[in-house]
């Protein structure tokens, strides 16, 4: 069993910059990969980024060179950094870990980004 509690939304200017962090609990954190995925007032939920153990990244299009992940694993943590952030940022962020091996996905309550100006 994983716990995740996201924290680090708000509300920010067109180009500004917030940090999400994620702090995870619980066993065999080692196993999971962590992610962030967010969903819009209409839309699907999407991937925005995910990172390993070993710290292999995935990110998606719409945030490459603008959002960074990163992982803390001393600290069972993981973070998003968002800069440059555009209105279509606005959305619920959701912090995500999820093991191919156990076969499990856990799942943040979410944090509200708004990004207006």
């Known amino acids: 069993q994983v716990q995740l509690v996201e924290s680090g939304g708000g509300l920010v200017e067109p180009g500004g910059s917030l940090k999400l962090s994620c702090a995870a609990s619980?066993?065999?954190?080692?196993?999971?990969?962590l992610g962030w995925y967010r969903q819009a007032p209409g839309k699907e939920r999407e991937l925005v980024a995910t990172?390993?153990?070993?710290?292999?990244?995935k990110t998606a299009d719409s945030v490459k060179g603008r959002f960074t992940i990163s992982r803390d694993n001393a600290k069972n943590t993981v973070t998003l950094q968002m800069d440059n952030l555009s209105p279509e940022d606005t959305a619920v962020y959701y912090c995500?870990?999820?093991?191919?091996?156990?076969?499990?996905?856990?799942w943040g309550q979410g944090t509200q980004v708004t990004v207006t100006s």
């Open positions: 619980g066993s065999n954190f080692n196993l999971y990969s």
């Open positions: 990172i390993t153990l070993g710290g292999s990244r």
């Open positions: 995500n870990a999820h093991s191919n091996y156990l076969g499990k996905d856990y």
